[in-house]
């Protein structure tokens, strides 16, 4: 039962991948441990944190709650997916002027889900931005400087 | 001394140096330490929270492909604290019986997590059930039975009473008894903990990477436990994920994956899931205080006297048991910054069929601001008069530091009533009170607490160890950038980034040329590591007090190199020059390839190379933060749901270093207070079964339950170096205080006040149902 492969491939970040994975495997395992993009971190296994956050063709969702061999056929994209060749997205630098980490832990999934939220809206309303980042569980910084950078990078698009 | 540069960094509002690479998914957590062979640990844990085991079959597991070995307390016969006092301590893997839900019995090690999970499902271990312990007050009176055959229920007991105390009580003429009860939480770091261990082939020393607060500790407590000497043994800090305390502990499950890694001779890797951390991360705020007060006509209080509870769990944390921190502390600094001349206190803390109690941010203060505060408000609604009012009256007051308290704790100078009124100043209280009126009258419920806190922190001991001191050590490279090393755990705080602005404005360099260390016990000295408040004071001293050094070598070097007296060397911008004479000046790097290329050119009497390690002890043995929390909450009485809707703080934690980060902690703080005063509880029901075990049952504040947080800053400094003191924890020990306050003051029409922790919607029907 338990360590059959099956093979299938996977676009992140632009790229193919050609993996042997195990049907069971989460996508943030597999991302993780078979792509090697560490930066997307596992909270709660449970659906509720948020850190695990990636986009599944441009939306939010929970890396730990979906097996690899789902994102087959889909668009997969990472914090390593949204940081430019050199230094930083315009959302990433508004995170680091309004100091809006300490830890880091659930920062990257922080940052894919409030650059759905520009995509898809590029002004929000501070309301909608902590209506939108809900489901991201900080523990370190109260949220405040988290609100704010989101709220400086508006309408500036993804950079790069 | 200190000399003054241009510009200053500290006291600036510089971006962290750490953020690109958290920014980026670039940064390294426990997670992502991975080599080849590396293998996996899940552990079986006790299902039930008390009982004997009988039997442990695990041929099954063995069995399964992708398994190496699975092993129980007779492969690795380690017990954690077996110190005298306690009389217990807890096995690393189970040993004959099991005493809290959660507890680690058997640990399966395979190729990878999802096959060490498989085989851990096939261990069948046979129990045979015991009464649990579970309610604290019967368990003091060793009820339903000793949880320990061997041990009193009742671990840790301790009475402290104030000369003339039954006098002076006996004589007020008002008295007030409220019992008061903090419920079971703890940090929820967001990275879980986790261990890694392998051995260096070529050397056969043992790395160890740990999600800890304190690299040098936990190496010391892997040592003891596996008997290695320490010059064997390495420990490396990867990025924390969130501490609070909680990571300061040395656990069950470190020491199984150090253990197996020598044993088998292969790096072995353990990462909690969340079901673990609720239920092995130690926890927290057990605790329940009765208490009396009295005071007289003026609402000046005169004597407080509390007994204090804590369940302390099954075990004492190794090493450091979260009940005795947290009642030995808050009976000493439970009358917070008023002046109250008596106090009485009495301390029993039990064992009992839970979680060991360990640290959690704020340990004792959430605990004793809750208390403390909420006697105020107690004795203001008593006597009809203003709360504020009646903090003004019993204010410890400017003239009278360095103030002793009741307890006898010395607190250095403090803003208490300065930052009282900087923050009714924020939060606009005199028309706060009439808008109030306004709104009671539509059958809206709007309330504000006010949370004055002192925030005892660099102690010399803490759940951090008793180290009480730092130490830093500078290397300027032949480049001359520099290298600097601390004995630090950071786990979010800015370490890299606020001891660098120190270090810039010691040595003259741009912080960019700047390196901060931490985290290593190969790389760093010897040092107490994170916890208590201690790394800004004790850590940024230890950083002036080499880079003093250092700056002392460099203007040696200047001054002999550029012909000129030492007394005319300015430092900075990466130059040293003559006062006045710009022109004469050198790089700091040409200094650097003299001292490491061209030594010939070293001054007489001077060593080869630019090296120096500082230590820092302070001279008190605690410097006491303090400020302001007031929070305004609506309540609404028909579902019993609690909005914080605004907040101010004065803050004053004396020189600050970087006051963005010092806002995010307090942020932090808020946040975690606002959970603990209506959110977060670890609830046990009568099996001794831990009945929140997952995000969706123990809740976090999110981005909506927390509001806009204004801050204020007023700077008392210390009189150790920098004037620095710490500051991580007052947030979160006054925040529950403010948000429960407020909860009472809106609710005064219906007469009750809070006195558990969290605030339920329950409880809040019940207080409006009962009035």
Redesign the interface.
């Known amino acids: 039962m ?2 059959e492969r099956v093979e299938v491939v996977l676009r992140v970040n632009g790229r193919d991948h050609r993996l042997e994975v ?1 049907p ?2 989460t996508l943030s395992d597999v991302l ?2 078979q792509v090697g ?10 659906g ?2 948020g ?1 695990c956050t990636v986009l599944l063709d441009g939306e939010p969702v929970r890396s730990c709650l979906i097996f690899g061999v789902q994102a087959e056929g889909h668009n997969v994209t ?3 997916g949204i ?1 430019p060749e050199s230094g ?1 997205s315009p959302l ?1 630098e508004a ?3 309004h ?1 809006a ?8 999934g922080m ?1 894919l889900t409030a650059q759905a939220l520009l995509d898809r809206e590029p002004n929000p309303s501070e309301e909608t ?3 939108a ?15 704010d950078a989101v709220m400086a990078a508006r309408g500036q698009g993804r950079g790069a | 001394m200190a000399e003054v540069l241009r510009p200053q960094m500290m006291g600036a509002r510089v971006s962290r140096v750490e953020d690109p690479r958290l920014l980026s998914g670039q940064a390294r957590f426990l997670d992502d330490i991975q080599v080849p062979g590396m293998l996996e640990v899940a552990f079986v844990r006790s299902p039930h929270a008390a009982a004997k085991i009988v039997a442990i079959d695990a041929d099954a597991a063995r069995r399964l492909p992708g398994v190496y070995a699975v092993i129980t307390h007779q492969e690795c016969p380690i017990v954690l604290w077996n110190q005298e006092s306690y009389k217990v301590g807890q096995p690393a893997l189970a040993d004959g019986d099991v005493a809290y839900v959660g507890q680690p019995v058997v640990a399966v090690i395979a190729e990878n997590r999802y096959i060490a999970e498989d085989a851990a499902e096939l261990v069948r271990v046979e129990y045979q059930t015991l009464t649990p312990v579970w309610d604290m007050r019967d368990a003091i009176h060793e009820k339903p039975r000793r949880v320990h055959e061997q041990a009193e229920n009742v671990f840790f007991q301790k009475s402290r009473q104030t000369p003339g105390f039954d006098e002076a009580f006996a004589a007020a003429p008002h008295h007030l008894k409220a019992s008061f009860r903090t419920n079971r939480q703890t940090a929820v770091t967001m990275e879980p903990r986790g261990t890694a261990a392998m051995l260096d082939a070529a050397s056969g020393r043992l790395t160890v990477y740990a999600s800890t607060q304190s690299p040098h500790r936990m190496r010391e407590d892997i040592c003891t436990l596996l008997d290695i000497p320490e010059h064997l043994v390495r420990v490396i800090v990867p990025e924390v994920g969130g501490g609070f305390g909680m990571k300061a502990t040395c656990y069950p499950e470190d020491v199984v994956v150090a253990h197996a890694a020598v044993k088998y001779r292969k790096p072995v890797k353990w990462i909690s899931d969340r079901l673990e951390s609720l239920e092995s991360d130690v926890h927290a705020r057990d605790d329940i205080h009765d208490v009396e007060v009295a005071f007289d006509d003026d609402g000046k209080i005169i004597a407080i006297k509390d007994h204090l509870m804590a369940d302390g769990g099954a075990y004492p944390a190794y090493p450091w048991s979260g009940a005795e921190g947290e009642t030995g502390l808050a009976a000493r600094v439970l009358t917070g910054p008023y002046d109250i001349p008596y106090l009485a206190t009495e301390i029993d803390c039990t064992y009992s069929n839970k979680t060991p109690l360990g640290a959690y941010r704020g340990v004792w203060g959430p605990i004793a601001s809750f208390i403390q505060e909420g006697l105020v408000d107690r004795v203001a609604r008593h006597l009809k008069l203003d709360p504020a009012d009646v903090r003004r009256r019993n204010m410890i007051r400017k003239e009278q530091f360095p103030y002793r308290n009741a307890a006898r704790m010395i607190y250095d100078e403090g803003s208490y009533l300065e930052s009282m009124e900087e923050a009714l100043k924020l939060i606009g209280y005199e028309d706060f009170r009439h808008r109030q009126a306004q709104l009671r009258q539509q059958g809206r419920y709007v309330g504000v607490g006010i949370s004055v806190f002192v925030e005892p922190t660099a102690m010399a001991s803490s759940e951090a160890g008793e180290v009480g001191y730092e130490s830093c050590t500078i290397r300027i490279e032949p480049s001359g950038r520099v290298t600097a090393a601390l004995g630090l755990g950071p786990s979010g705080q800015g370490h890299e980034t606020t001891m660098a602005q120190i270090l810039s404005d010691q040595l003259g360099v741009p912080l960019e040329d700047i390196v901060v260390l931490h985290g290593d016990t190969d790389s760093a000295p010897y040092g107490g590591g994170t916890g208590g408040s201690r790394s800004g004071p004790i850590g940024g001293g230890a950083a002036l007090v080499a880079g003093r050094q250092m700056r002392e070598k460099l203007i040696k070097y200047a001054a002999h190199l550029l012909e000129a007296s030492e007394d005319d060397i300015e430092l900075g911008d990466g130059k040293a020059w003559v006062t006045g004479v710009p022109d004469r000046s050198l790089t700091i790097r040409t200094i650097a390839q003299t001292a490491y290329l061209d030594v010939s050119k070293i001054p007489e009497g001077m060593p080869i190379g630019l090296e120096v390690t500082g230590r820092y002890l302070p001279k008190r043995p605690v410097t006491f933060s303090n400020g302001t929390h007031i929070a305004e909450v609506e309540v609404d009485v028909h579902t019993g749901v609690v909005k914080v809707t605004r907040y101010a703080v004065a803050n004053d934690c004396g020189r600050v270093i970087n006051p963005t980060i010092v806002e995010g902690q307090i942020h932090g703080g808020v946040a975690q207070g606002i959970g603990a005063a209506v959110l977060e509880a670890l609830r046990y029901d009568e099996d001794g079964q831990l009945v929140t075990t997952s995000l969706l049952d123990y809740l976090l504040p999110e981005s909506t339950d927390v509001p806009r947080i204004q801050v204020q800053h007023i700077e008392t400094p210390s009189d150790g170096e920098g004037g620095i003191k710490g500051m991580a924890e007052g947030s979160l020990i006054a925040a529950p205080a403010a948000v429960a306050c407020a909860i009472s003051d809106a609710l005064a029409p219906f007469g009750g006040m809070v006195d558990t922790l969290p605030v339920t919607p329950e409880m809040v029907l019940k207080m409006v149902q009962n009035s």
């Open positions: 338990a360590d195990s069971r495997w993780r441990h993009l560490t930066g997307t971190h596992v909270g709660c296994e449970q509720v944190c850190a990472t914090v390593e940081t930083l990433q995170f680091r002027k100091h980490l300490q830890c880091g832990y659930c920062t990257p940052l931005i902590r209506e980042l809900t489901g991201n569980l900080c523990r370190c910084t109260g949220y405040q400087f988290i609100v």
